[in-house]
T-cell receptor
């Protein structure tokens, strides 16, 4: 149980394009989803927290117009990197939680490479 | 604000031996959760073990156990009978139990090497 699917696992695209990453909870309802960014050999950096049906809460220093987050249903959240540039290249991971008594369950991550 | 510290960037253990990874945290809250996650080279985050602060008994999951010292704000992970598959980055995480958000505060991680 508690499976989170993240797609795509790897994407390469040209500078200036927008990229959408999907995060789905497959067997539970995720009231809250989280988006992280991880640089090589570093810890996870929380970018934003999204609750179903409401606007995402972004961490300090994260550009909300650059990283658009939508959490339209209890099983799906999306992260869109708009007008991506090489400095946006990174590993992005989502996680989901059903309630305050349950741990976060993580997707497998997306490796984003911007040429 | 809460903080999580993992003071060991890297640890090594011989296969079949026991290793302990340290984690300390700082908080003024009394209600919180602590977690250990494992991130192998595949980079998937795998929940290893969790501990509720209100529970005095240390959590155990097969070969994995914790030493939770609430007064000292310490939460170490013990891996017994280490296996090659245990090699990974290990992250300690804190989550408030009383605030409205479920967000984690992660430590910087400990890379565990298992020697054959």
């Amino acid at each position: 149980g508690a499976v989170v699917s993240q797609h795509p696992s790897w994407v390469i695209c040209k500078s200036g394009t927008s990229v959408k990453i999907e995060c789905r909870s497959l067997d539970f309802q995720a009231t809250t989803m989280f988006w992280y960014r991880q640089f090589p050999k570093q810890s996870l950096m929380l970018m934003a927290t999204s609750n179903e049906g409401s606007k995402a809460t972004y961490e300090q220093g994260v550009e909300k117009d650059k990283f658009l987050i939508n959490h339209a249903s209890l099983t799906l959240s999306t992260l869109t990197v708009t007008s991506a540039h090489p400095e946006d290249s990174s590993f992005y991971i989502c996680s989901a939680s059903s309630d305050r008594n349950q741990p976060q369950h993580f997707g497998d991550g997306t490796r984003l490479s911007i040429l | 604000a809460q903080t999580v510290t993992q003071s060991q960037p890297e640890m090594s253990v011989q296969e079949a031996e026991t290793v302990t990874l340290s984690c300390t945290y700082d908080t003024s809250e009394s209600d919180y959760y602590l977690f250990w996650y494992k991130q192998p080279p595949s980079r998937q985050m795998i929940l290893v073990i969790r501990q509720e602060a209100y529970k005095q008994q240390n959590a155990t999951e097969n070969r994995f156990s914790v030493n939770f010292q609430k007064a000292a704000k310490s939460f170490s992970l013990k891996i017994s009978d280490s296996q090659l598959g245990d090699a990974a980055m290990y992250f300690c995480a804190y989550r408030s139990g009383s605030s409205g958000t479920y967000k984690y505060i992660f430590g910087t991680g400990t890379r565990l090497k298992v020697l054959a």
